[in-house]
């Protein structure tokens, strides 16, 4: 039936009961991206994240998978709350917005219990968005280090970002313009950042680094392999994950975490030589481990 035939009562009513089908669809959806998230299924597609497999899989937008992501993860943590955004009482977007204040408060040196976090988003039944995050503030003592970091396209190739830096920071930024002064007299901040950005990775990435006698690396694993061909593993996979999905020939984009992988593990007799490692990143790591070891022995690991 069209909606042009509708009677108005009929209109209203239809429309309240369509968003309480939304509503439960969504809850669902949740409950499946949990499970998909338990099992590490987007690794087997070549995704190095829910995130990413919402996204460029299921093809929401980077918000809306951030919304349904964050909010399950929420819902995992408070199960009690559940009855709330099944009734709508509770929005998706400001259990979002109770989450992001969590994590950000716990990264200001101010973790929320379980308990408070229980009390602080039954305390958001039934708010708006806005009235939501106007609460929310009220309860930190640094209400001005919630604002969100942005990155917003402006062109082809820039971006604007908005940041908030602390007086340190920027008087720290300000020194270092000032001992380049020389070098690069109208130095911006963008400049700076530019310049800064390139020198940490002509240090941190290992296929920029410069051959060094011995490099000092964390595990006894990592250390047995020489440092040229370490640098050559990084070189040649173009300092991304290798994990390709078998079935569709994606390869996961992923620079997050990257470790040398042996394709034949040491346990299991593969040696140190270029042709058996490769670069993955952490989550495609252990979902090879977990391949090669068993699913149930890693499995027990990823759920704790
Ligand atoms: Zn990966």
Same mark, same amino acid.
């Given at each position: 039936?069209?909606?042009?035939?509708?009677?108005?009562?009929?209109?209203?009513?239809?429309?309240?009961?369509?968003? !309480?089908? @939304?509503? !439960?669809?969504?809850?669902?959806?949740?409950?499946?991206?949990?499970?998909?998230?338990?099992?590490?299924?987007?690794?087997?597609?070549?995704? *190095?994240?829910?995130?990413?497999?919402?996204?460029?899989?299921?093809?929401?937008?980077?918000?809306?998978?951030?919304?349904?992501?964050?909010?399950?993860?929420?819902?995992?943590?408070?199960?009690?709350? @559940?009855?709330?955004?099944?009734?709508?009482?509770?929005? %998706?977007?400001?259990?979002?917005?109770?989450?992001?204040?969590?994590?950000?408060?716990?990264?200001?040196?101010?973790?929320? *219990?379980?308990?408070?976090?229980? @009390?602080? +988003?039954?305390? %958001? @039944?039934?708010?708006?968005?806005?009235?939501?995050?106007?609460?929310?503030?009220?309860?930190?003592?640094?209400?001005?280090?919630?604002?969100?970091?942005? +990155?917003?396209?402006? *062109?082809?190739?820039?971006?604007?970002?908005? =940041?908030?830096?602390?007086?340190?920071?920027?008087?720290?930024?300000?020194?270092?313009?000032?001992?380049?002064?020389?070098?690069?007299?109208?130095?911006?901040?963008?400049?700076?950042?530019?310049?800064?950005?390139?020198?940490?990775?002509?240090? %941190?990435?290992?296929?920029?680094?410069? +051959?060094?006698?011995?490099?000092?690396?964390?595990?006894?694993?990592?250390?047995?392999?020489?440092?040229?061909?370490?640098?050559?593993?990084?070189?040649?996979?173009?300092?991304?994950?290798?994990?390709?999905?078998?079935?569709?020939?994606?390869?996961?984009?992923?620079?997050?975490?990257?470790?040398?992988?042996?394709?034949?593990?040491?346990? %299991?007799?593969?040696?140190?030589?270029?042709?058996?490692?490769?670069? =993955?990143?952490?989550?495609?790591?252990?979902?090879?481990?977990?391949?090669?070891?068993?699913?149930?022995?890693?499995?027990?690991?990823?759920?704790?």
């Amino acid at each position: 039936m069209t909606t042009q035939k509708l009677s108005d009562s009929a209109l209203l009513s239809q429309t309240k009961s369509l968003v !309480r089908e @939304e509503t !439960r669809l969504t809850t669902e959806i949740l409950y499946h991206l949990r499970e998909i998230e338990a099992r590490k299924l987007f690794c087997a597609l070549g995704y *190095s994240s829910l995130f990413e497999y919402a996204v460029k899989e299921l093809g929401y937008s980077e918000s809306a998978a951030q919304l349904r992501i964050d909010s399950m993860r929420l819902l995992r943590e408070l199960p009690q709350v @559940e009855a709330q955004v099944q009734s709508g009482e509770l929005t %998706l977007s400001v259990l979002v917005q109770a989450q992001k204040f969590f994590r950000q408060e716990a990264k200001l040196g101010r973790p929320v *219990s379980v308990t408070q976090k229980q @009390e602080v +988003v039954q305390s %958001l @039944e039934g708010k708006s968005t806005r009235e939501a995050e106007r609460t929310l503030l009220a309860m930190s003592p640094e209400p001005e280090k919630h604002r969100p970091e942005t +990155v917003r396209p402006v *062109s082809a190739d820039f971006s604007e970002v908005r =940041l908030n830096l602390s007086n340190e920071t920027l008087e720290n930024l300000e020194k270092l313009k000032g001992l380049l002064a020389h070098q690069f007299p109208e130095m911006t901040l963008s400049d700076l950042v530019t310049y800064l950005a390139k020198r940490a990775l002509k240090e %941190l990435d290992p296929a920029q680094q410069e +051959v060094r006698a011995k490099a000092s690396v964390g595990t006894s694993e990592v250390k047995t392999i020489p440092a040229a061909v370490k640098r050559e593993v990084w070189r040649r996979d173009g300092s991304r994950c290798t994990y390709v999905d078998p079935v569709t020939g994606r390869r996961c984009e992923s620079r997050h975490r990257l470790q040398i992988d042996h394709r034949i593990p040491k346990g %299991l007799g593969g040696g140190n030589d270029l042709a058996n490692l490769r670069l =993955l990143c952490s989550q495609h790591n252990a979902f090879e481990a977990a391949r090669v070891y068993g699913r149930e022995t890693i499995q027990t690991f990823w759920r704790l």
